[in-house]
């Protein structure tokens, strides 16, 4: 059942036993909830002041000689780049003119424009609907915390940009204290991303609890990063399970979490592309380019991602999947 269908079905059970104390339960409630999105928000509206100002590289010649001669870019002089329409910082969020999207995928995205000699044009997409634009020639490339499987590369091509690591995070006073195995979440509430690398190995898990007989997990989908936050900070679910860099943003910013456990495997995070077109080797070049020049560990660390960068990128890497 999703979050707030359960929130309702629970709210008219307690106004049936006793309506003043729904009351007064759900105006605590709200008063929690406004207090630790005020605390949180106001560490991370400062975080976000800081890093408006875009890092950029210089051109890079190798990188622009590998550009095909018939490709077409969606638009001209510049590089295209889809990313997510939700605010999920430090991936990508709106700055506080409500226009300016800023974030380390908007980093990386501004190096690679920038070597490649094109300016940079952002263009906010839906997870289900970057596939479709990026077949029509929407744009050029998706940077989106997309995880490179088996199964993605016989789509489109990838250039690996930064490792991706799936964590589990609760409240620091959680009774939870490790998630290492399916066991550990059996009969658990877990905010999940739908069509995400983690719901599907959060699926898997789930299955292994039916077939050992135990209560499942139960999925719930919040898509907006600062609601399921909210959900988990406020107590309505036991845990979150995300990608490791927003974990880390939200402790940074003062969140009340910490990580119980990681998921199984190794994943990198990609630059897609359209398969086949030859884009992705100048791509890559761009982003190597900007390693060994330093920008991309700037980049990085002033999202304090610094953990999770390659030492090299890499052209559709072999996956291993769980």
């Not at 424009?113 to 044009?121: M, V, Y």
Request: hydrophobic share 40%; glycine share 8%.
């Amino acid at each position: 059942m999703h979050a707030v269908q359960t929130g309702i079905v629970l709210g008219l059970t307690l106004a049936i036993l006793s309506v003043t104390g729904c009351y007064d339960s759900e105006i605590a409630t709200q008063t929690q909830e406004s207090h630790l999105k005020t605390e949180f928000s106001e560490k991370e509206q400062q975080t976000l002041r800081n890093n408006m100002v875009a890092i950029h590289s210089n051109q890079n010649t190798e990188a622009i000689a590998l550009i095909p001669p018939d490709f077409k870019f969606a638009k001209d002089g510049y590089f295209t780049v889809a990313v997510g329409t939700n605010s999920f910082p430090p991936l990508h969020v709106l700055a506080e003119d409500n226009q300016t999207r800023i974030g380390s995928e908007i980093d990386i995205a501004q190096l690679i424009a920038d070597s490649l000699g094109l300016q940079l044009q952002v263009i906010p997409t839906s997870w289900e609907n970057w596939p479709l634009g990026l077949a029509s020639g929407k744009f050029d490339a998706v940077l989106s915390n997309i995880a490179v499987t088996e199964q993605r590369k016989q789509k489109y091509d990838f250039a690996t940009y930064r490792k991706d690591m799936l964590a589990f995070y609760v409240t620091k006073d959680s009774k939870i204290k490790s998630i290492q195995t399916p066991d550990d979440i059996a009969g658990l509430k877990i905010v999940v991303g739908s069509g995400t690398n983690q719901e599907r190995l959060l699926l898997q898990w789930i299955e292994n609890n039916r077939q050992k007989g135990l209560s499942p997990a139960q999925p719930i989908y919040l898509e907006d990063g600062a609601a399921a936050a909210l959900a988990l900070q406020s107590g309505r679910v036991d845990a979150y399970v995300m990608p490791n860099v927003m974990g880390v943003w939200q402790q940074a910013n003062g969140a009340n979490i910490k990580a119980v456990g990681k998921l199984d495997g190794t994943w990198s995070v990609a630059v897609a592309v359209k398969k086949g077109t030859g884009l992705i080797n100048a791509i890559q070049t761009s982003i190597n380019g900007v390693i060994t020049n330093g920008t991309y560990t700037q980049a990085l660390s002033r999202w304090n991602l610094q953990n999770e960068g390659i030492p090299q990128s890499v052209i559709n890497p072999l996956i291993q999947d769980k």
